[in-house]
């Protein structure tokens, strides 16, 4: 397969077999190429050049229609059902033809007979919002089968998952293609998903095939340098021991807001990050750690409590985070920590374009002194842009994460808060970001780190706290954290 879109070449004559009653990972960073693959064989895209075969027979897929109709079907990372229906009214609506009068008596049974035959039980009367993600993703793997799919792409299906939730759902795959009954296909970047679940692996990196092989037989360092080839990957400076008497830079009481329904509110009871830890907050996407994040950065007013940074009342204004050297760092960086059309050098001296060299105000901005700012910044933490005059929305996701990181980390820093910093960035650049927490933690910096990923609060935190519905629910130093537990907690089960 070859796929351009203009002078871009995204996919660069890539070939896989995947072998029928298999269980084959597709590995990748962020921009390998592995989406564009999956959608040429679905029919989203009509590939440049390339073809492909179903069994010994070569086919055209020029719809997902067509997909559809040889086998093949798609789970995608972000849900497809409707929330407000029952599993079984999802099911049912999702064929390709639909009775105008639905015969429901004749349809349960129809979907009795068909789960008996499922290797998990799932509530098909209750509204699929009231489903936990670990069901909701069983639904979307059991619509497929009922639409008669053999041959399952699995998009990063564990990314809305617990650990728990994960290792059941990957699981059962598992079974069902060991049983011979699907053939699947994991898109995925978990080096720990692909070795505990998958058969074989293929490899792409930057649009190429970089190598295939059975998982018993490949270790990680081999899958780590097909992934990302010879470029070197930044080391996590070793944790400098954690000073339990060190100050409290952030302190949160009684915090109450609204979330975005306006139907839950976030309480937050008490909070507390002292200066050289990492504070990592764990959850599920969806229980509030958006909200939170939003009213400690101002954008979300609160309806109770206090939030105090270094002793002071702290009210998110720019005055106060210049005054107490506080820093955000919000998830997609692009969209919320950025001026899209702006230039990079422009982005990058947000914080300091009003300010001489003494810190004192400036009363005009000088641009050579701006540029020349950014020059120093793009060097050190290796920003690749073709120019500090481009847009900063031209740049690639792990570099508008490192533009925003040098921004953020430059000059005194007592406290930062950090939202998903790795989401959607490839290895190298993953590695790179989480060096730079690591270090300013280590420099004394007071850290407080949401993320969807556990793999990363494992690797930072010296403490971590777990949020559920909006409460931070449990707590556990990283000395003795277990990932089940944490796991649970995350899902309501406590």
Not at 378 to 400: D, W
């Amino acid at each position: 397969m070859t796929m351009r879109f203009g002078a871009f070449t995204a996919l660069d004559n890539v070939s896989i077999k995947v072998r029928a009653g298999s269980f084959h990972a597709l590995l990748g960073e962020n921009g390998a190429g592995k989406s564009t693959l999956v959608k040429c064989m679905m029919g989203f895209y009509q590939p440049t050049h390339g073809q492909m075969m179903v069994g010994e027979r070569e086919v055209a897929i020029e719809s997902p229609r067509d997909a559809s109709a040889l086998g093949l079907g798609m789970v995608y990372q972000h849900f497809t059902l409707v929330p407000s229906l029952t599993g079984a009214e999802n099911l049912v609506i999702s064929r390709q033809q639909v009775p105008a009068m639905i015969d429901w008596s004749a349809e349960r049974r129809a979907l009795a007979a068909f789960m008996e035959k499922m290797p998990f039980r799932l509530p098909l009367d209750v509204p699929v919002r009231a489903l936990a993600a670990g069901e909701k993703q069983k639904l979307e793997i059991v619509k497929q089968l009922y639409l008669g799919r053999r041959f399952l792409v699995l998009d990063e299906p564990t990314s809305v998952l617990t650990p728990g939730e994960a290792q059941e759902v990957l699981g059962l795959v598992r079974e069902m293609t060991a049983g011979g009954a699907l053939t699947v296909l994991m898109i995925s970047h978990k080096f720990h998903e692909v070795t505990a679940f998958a058969d074989n692996v293929t490899v792409l990196r930057k649009g190429r095939f970089a190598g295939t092989g059975r998982v018993a037989e490949l270790d990680r360092q081999k899958l780590a340098a097909m992934m990302v080839g010879e470029q070197s990957i930044a080391a996590l400076d070793s944790r400098v021991a954690f000073d339990g008497a060190s100050p409290v830079v952030l302190k949160v009481r009684g915090l109450k807001a609204p979330d975005r329904t306006g139907l839950k509110t976030i309480d937050i009871e008490r909070l507390e990050v002292k200066s050289g830890e990492i504070v990592g907050v764990a959850g599920i996407s969806g229980n509030g750690q958006k909200e939170f994040l939003e009213v400690l950065g101002g954008q979300r007013a609160r309806a109770a409590g206090e939030v105090l940074v270094k002793g002071a009342a702290w009210h998110a204004t720019r005055a106060e985070a210049r005054a107490l050297n506080v820093r955000f760092i919000p998830e997609e960086p692009l969209r919320n920590a950025c001026a899209p059309e702006m230039t990079v050098a422009e982005n990058m001296a947000f914080r300091t374009f009003d300010v001489d060299e003494n810190g004192r105000p400036a009363s005009w901005i000088r641009s050579a002194a701006m540029n020349a700012f950014a020059a120093r910044l793009v060097e050190q933490f290796k920003v690749k842009a073709a120019s500090l005059a481009s847009p900063i929305a031209s740049l690639s996701g792990g570099n508008v994460q490192r533009a925003v990181l040098a921004r953020e980390l430059t000059g005194d820093v007592d406290l930062l808060i950090v939202s998903n910093p790795c989401f959607g960035l490839d290895f190298s650049a993953v590695a790179e970001i989480r060096a730079r927490i690591m270090k300013a933690r280590n420099a004394g910096t007071a850290v407080l780190l949401l993320s969807e990923d556990l793999d990363e609060l494992l690797e930072l935190s010296d403490r971590i706290l777990v949020m559920s519905e909006g409460a931070l629910v449990y707590e556990t130093p990283i000395a003795s954290a277990d990932v089940q537990t944490i796991g649970a907690h995350m899902a309501g089960h406590h």
